[in-house]
């Protein structure tokens, strides 16, 4: 398909096309919007995780001189009767109501013509709790002491979470179970079984541009503007809480700083829809990078894996039990628990595998969707548990997961047939790229040194749905109308270079229109990777659509086939004069077969695997737990890339995000507070943070149902990071850590540990 | 809140300029409110990332911590004055060149950081750019990337004189 050999466009490592308002600081983030007439809210936020609120007081607020209204959950009550929101439950209010159930929780709003004015008042409102006790961890939650939501309300949209519609007293927002062969029996009959639980922490996203909506409401009719990732979804939801007709809401974004989940579904656009709604007026709705750590965040977990293994080192059956720390809201952490629950066992052709998978309510901010959807926790468990099942076997750790890697043709444990996915060639790609044939040097003395690999896997999100317009002007120019939204990883260059593939015209010629419900056509999302995939299709088939109506026009106007006469003179030949349009659309949708409930088999999970594996090379001063990383490998299974460079610092932004989780990431809640809610205490990775050797490559393979062959690959770069690190350490210095984040603490505890003179509690 | 206001006067990418602004107000905000600039943007708010940095009398300074009465008189460089508009600084070319970012919002910082770099040390090691670049950061991860448009940059650089 995309052999470069015979692509002008597809296949090309092209510079971004809004490369040059980038680089000059003039890229048109909603951030930077402001409205004529517009106020401005500030929100004045829970201080406690979980508790009734008994009074709020909002007089003084109101006193201070160019408040113009301030808000509370009544009020939106007031005025929207059900105003509850989520994309899995309608658990979430757009202002707190009665409970508050985790911190940072947005209580109360000021509105005011000045930002500044905002804030102050917004800290002069009093709020009188009455402080219940909370649940932080989600085994605990699980125990059901602590209850977060009296009553469990799923959104109706998924099928599967509609047995849980009343349920009181649980914390359990969706329980997922994969039945594959008979593990009890492969237990029974293993030569060796091995038994360990790793946990993860709570990160989050930070987004630099952080999430931004601006409502303006008139006449029966609502815009928002928001740096939203799912502008088709927003729409819906929105129309929903006001009972309205989805055409009465119209939702428009631009460039995002940053998404990475954090922006999917509804976020900050619900509750500034009801404050325009109230205030009659435009309100924007921009939080802080602080108030970021309050909204949506990744679900902390933990894990129990359990293995059976034969006397020649091959996987007979394992067992997995995951728990997902959803926090206070569910968002889409039941479809974390679930569609990535399936693959908990890991990419290896395994006969017999059990998967249970909870998401749990807690108190704590909301888990959401980031990068990953849940993968990165899962091979964080599955790929360290492989490697100590290597080291206990003496077995080097390529080879025996070699020896049990799935490989295309072969079923995967939910009862898919794995096709086009790279497992083995990506493993052999990091081991050539680490020499690990070669000799290694171990160290001495005090600084000793270790590699590690590691492997993970991801089906696409599924069934899901794009659709594309392009149009062809006169002058043989050409605009693409999709709803992927930009933001930063380069959708809208890839977008331009498939239409311009197909109709054979000039990079330049191609403008990409902006996400805007009122113009552009429906996409589910842009999450997941799923975009070069599903959206790519779709401008493919309607740049096929306007190819075959242009091809029409030429033979109409007796050209020969195969002329090639260029399209604006086809216009002239055809309407007389530089005029008329030619329209093509598409809808795009793969196939599909939902999980049987009971056993979570189904035959046709994904339309494509994205496969990320990592090698790390570490030194660990033995006498202070101190590493450092000496060597990182990233390599992917790209399909055909449509843009190779764009391809490449994706794995690498990817790599090097996952190495903020694995190193340094970590919101630590400590008496009901969440203490480090800023960049200064919470740290994400810079430039002294980088491997001192560091590579990125990927394997270019046919997806054979991909547009010109490619699949999505936004996330597989996180896949292998963390347990290819914790590995290294393993080899280096014989002690395993079981939960991230990997600090020097944490080594030098185990270390101190295994020499039989254990640290207390610090 | 009412606060005080006050009128400043400076230049601004070269052209003398006037604003009235309250004695509480951040460089960005002036920036942004008062002049439609919106290159140095707000991100952590706190001085952190860099996603604000404007060059203040030479000096590379982080808007969000700056007040805006406190420019008074000072000579302000912005990313928008980095280039003319038509022709990109040879900063600007080398961070495209290199793919060197990918959402964008911190680029402006990069980039003013990656002059200021250049005009003190042209011909920076690798260790040099990694600590003169450390106080500003990138979500996206693509430092890798920032490293080479650095060194493509002053390569382009030596080569204009």
Known sequence: ?762 | MTGRRRTIQFTLNGQPVAAEIGVHQNLTELLQDRFGLFGARESCGQGLCGCCTVLVDGQAITGCLRLAVLVDGSDVRTIEGLSDGETLSPEQEAFIESGAFQCGYCTPGFILMTRKLLDENPDPSDDDIKHYLSGNLCRCGAYPEILNAVKLAGRKRAALT
């Open chain 1, 1 to 762: 398909m995309a052999d470069r050999s015979t692509t002008t466009s597809v296949g090309h490592s092209i510079a971004r096309l809004e490369g040059r308002d980038k680089v000059t600081g003039r890229t048109d983030y909603i951030y930077n919007l402001r409205l004529p007439s517009m106020l401005h809210a500030k929100a004045c936020r829970s201080p406690i995780s979980h508790g009734r609120i008994r009074a709020i007081d909002t007089g003084a607020a109101l006193a201070m001189p160019g408040v113009r209204h301030v808000v509370t959950g009544e009020d939106v009550k007031a005025v929207l009767p059900e105003p509850y929101y989520g994309p899995a439950f309608h658990d979430q209010p757009i202002l707190a109501l009665d409970k508050v159930r985790h911190f940072g929780e947005p209580v109360a709003v000021v509105l005011a013509d000045d930002p500044h004015i905002a804030e102050s008042a917004a800290q002069i409102i009093e709020v009188d709790y009455q402080e219940l006790p909370g649940v932080y961890d989600e085994i605990e939650a699980l125990r059901g002491q602590v209850i977060v939501h009296e009553e469990l309300k799923p959104a109706g949209t998924f099928a599967d979470l509609k047995h849980l519609a009343g349920r009181r007293d649980t914390n359990l927002a969706l329980d997922y179970h994969l039945r594959h062969g008979d593990t009890d029996r492969a237990f029974a009959q293993a030569e060796h079984v091995f038994d360990h639980i790793f946990s993860t922490q709570q990160t989050m996203h930070a987004a630099f541009e952080p999430i931004v909506a601006l409502a303006d409401m008139r006449d029966g009719r609502l815009t928002i503007y928001s740096s939203t990732q799912s502008p088709s979804f927003v729409r819906f939801e929105i129309a929903r809480l006001l009972g309205w007709p989805e055409s009465h809401v119209r939702v428009k974004t631009a460039h995002l700083g940053g998404g990475f989940g954090a922006k999917v579904y509804v976020k900050a656009e619900a509750l500034a829809m009801a404050l325009s709604l109230i205030a009659r007026r435009p309100v924007r709705v921009a939080l802080t990078m602080e108030e970021q750590f309050y909204t949506i965040t990744k679900h902390a977990n933990t894990v129990r894996i359990r293995s059976a293994v034969d006397k020649d080192g091959r996987i007979t059956g394992r067992k997995c039990e995951v728990w997902w720390n959803g926090g206070a809201y569910a968002d889409i952490g039941p479809r974390v628990a679930q569609k990535s629950g399936f693959s908990a066992a890991g990419p290896y052709d395994i006969e017999n595998v059990d998967i249970d998978s909870f998401a749990l309510y807690t108190n704590r901010p909301p888990a959401g969707a980031l990068r990953g959807f849940g993968i990165p926790q899962l091979v964080w468990a599955y790929e360290s548990h492989t490697d100590i099942i290597a080291g206990e076997l003496g077995i080097d750790p390529l080879a025996f997961r070699k020896r049990n890697i799935l490989r295309n043709g072969r079923p995967q444990a939910v009862g898919s047939i794995v096709e086009d996915a790279e497992f083995e060639a990506v493993l052999d790609d990091v081991a050539r790229r680490m020499n690990w044939r070669g000799p290694f040097d171990k160290g001495s003395g005090t600084l000793l040194r270790g590699r590690g690999i590691a492997i993970g896997f991801k089906a696409s999100i599924s069934p899901t749905t794009s659709s594309a317009i392009v149009s062809v002007q006169a002058d043989g120019s050409c605009i693409v109308y999709c709803s992927t939204v930009d933001m930063g990883q380069g959708s809208d260059t890839a977008m331009a270079q498939i239409a311009a593939e197909v109709l054979n015209i000039a990079l330049d010629s191609i403008k990409i229109v902006h996400p805007d419900t009122d113009v552009t056509p429906y996409d589910m999302s842009t999450l997941g990777s799923r975009s070069t995939f599903h959206m790519g299709h779709a401008v493919r088939l309607a740049a096929q659509d306007a190819r075959g109506k242009l091809d029409a026009m030429a033979s109409a106007a007796g050209l020969p086939e195969g002329a090639n006469t260029p399209l604006a003179d086809l216009f002239v030949k055809t309407f007389g004069m530089r005029a008329g349009t030619i329209v093509g659309a598409a809808n795009y949708m793969p196939e599909y077969a939902p999980p049987n409930y009971e056993t979570g088999q189904t035959p046709k999970v994904t339309p494509f695997w994205m496969i990320g594996a990592a090698g790390a090379e570490v030194e660990v001063d033995t006498q202070t737990g101190q590493f450092r990383i000496t060597r990182l490998v990233n390599v992917c299974d790209a399909g055909k890339a449509i843009n190779p460079a764009v391809v490449e610092t994706q794995i690498s932004g990817a790599a090097v995000m996952q190495l903020g989780f694995t190193m340094t990431e970590n919101m630590i809640i400590e008496d009901g507070q969440l203490t480090n809610p800023s960049l200064a205490d919470y740290k994400i990775p810079g430039f002294f943070d980088l491997p001192d050797a560091m590579e990125n490559g990927f394997i270019e393979a046919e997806q054979h149902n991909g547009p010109f062959g490619a699949k999505g690959v936004g996330e597989s770069g996180t896949f292998g990071v963390s347990p290819a690190i914790a590995n290294a350490i393993a080899d280096a210095v014989g002690v395993r850590i079981t939960r991230l984040p990997i600090t020097a603490e944490a080594v030098f505890r185990a270390l101190r540990a295994k020499a039989g003179n254990p640290l207390g509690d610090a």
